[in-house]
């Protein structure tokens, strides 16, 4: 009798030990009771009752990443181009995730589907190429709102790759090779712009620096002479100023009419101006002669 209860008792032991469950961190198991929601376990440990209870999923609550195939969409204009996108979410309800809605990851790219050809088909392939950042905040609101009941919060959606068709690309490069050497005939011109205005403006400093020299050296040309005839000026001054302080009579002032006449009369001129007075000579003559003697 005692070797049945030690049995019992082990198998009874032996029972609980293989129904203890360890929850780890970031994840949640949801338990069903007789095939109904029973609770969800978080992180630590738990015990479920055998044969009644049963662990129905479990569910990791990291941020997940689903990377979709590119799906053919067509824009506004009927444009047909592949756009690949991928989408951040997160499980915030275990409970909802499991019962709300069956492969939800399937559902979801189905729903991004539809809505990603939803808002492409509102724009133009100009458009499409440059709103990626209001395509992805649409295709967030719009998963977001419909992934709630689903137990699935939706936290970014990223357009990834958007590709148009080889006749499109094509068209592209050409627009952009265009726009690059327009670009380029415009740096082109407007280098040769600067290099002819440095070079007026060249020509200009140094057209100014010439008259400025030319101004300088006339001024100081004209300085020069009129301190000639200054200095000129001053020696007649003070010749005269001898000629007074001497007492110089008209006789002595004659004399020096006559060596004036002498240093003409030398020169290379073919014409002489000779003096009015000029017979009165020998009286000049004859006056030196006596200041002579004195």
């Known amino acids: 009798m005692t070797y049945v209860f030690i049995v019992l008792a082990a198998f009874i032991l032996l029972l609980i030990i293989t129904n203890i469950r360890i929850v780890s961190q970031s994840n949640a198991w949801v338990l069903e009771r007789l095939g109904a929601y029973c609770t969800t376990w ?102 977001d709102e419909a992934t709630d009941p689903w137990g699935i919060k939706v936290n970014r959606v990223e357009v990834k ?52 020299a030319s101004r300088e050296a006339a001024i100081r040309e004209a300085e020069g002479e009129a301190q000639a005839i200054l200095n000129i000026q001053r020696a007649r001054a003070d010749g005269l100023a001898m000629l007074k302080a001497v007492a110089a009579d008209d006789a002595l002032i004659r004399l020096k009419s006559l060596e004036t006449l002498e240093k003409v009369a030398d020169g290379q001129a073919t014409k002489i101006i000779i003096p009015s007075d000029i017979q009165n000579l020998a009286g000049l003559i004859t006056g030196v002669t006596e200041l002579a003697r004195k």
Do not use: C, W
């Not at 189905?110 to 209001?134: C, F, K, P, V, Y």
């Not at 005939?185 to 140094?206: D, N, P």
């Open 161 to 212: 790759n958007i590709t148009p068709p080889k006749s499109i690309q094509e068209a592209m490069e050409k627009q952009m090779r265009a726009e690059r050497e327009r670009r380029e005939s415009i740096l082109r011109a407007e280098g040769e712009k600067q290099s002819a205005i440095l070079v007026a403006e060249g020509q200009k400093a140094s057209a100014i620096l010439k008259a400025e």
């Open 42 to 143: 978080s992180v630590g440990i738990h015990v479920k009752a055998p044969f009644i209870d049963r662990i129905a999923n479990r569910i990791t609550l990291k941020e997940q990443v689903a990377d979709f195939d590119p799906q053919p969409v067509i824009t506004k204009d009927n444009v047909t181009m592949m756009i690949d996108t991928v989408i951040y979410l997160q499980i915030t309800d275990p409970k909802l995730y499991t019962y709300g809605v069956m492969n939800p990851f399937k559902a979801i790219e189905n729903l991004a589907i539809t809505t990603l050809r939803n808002i492409i088909g509102e724009l133009e392939l100009d458009e499409t190429l440059t709103s990626r950042d209001m395509i992805n905040n649409r295709m967030r609101s719009v998963l």
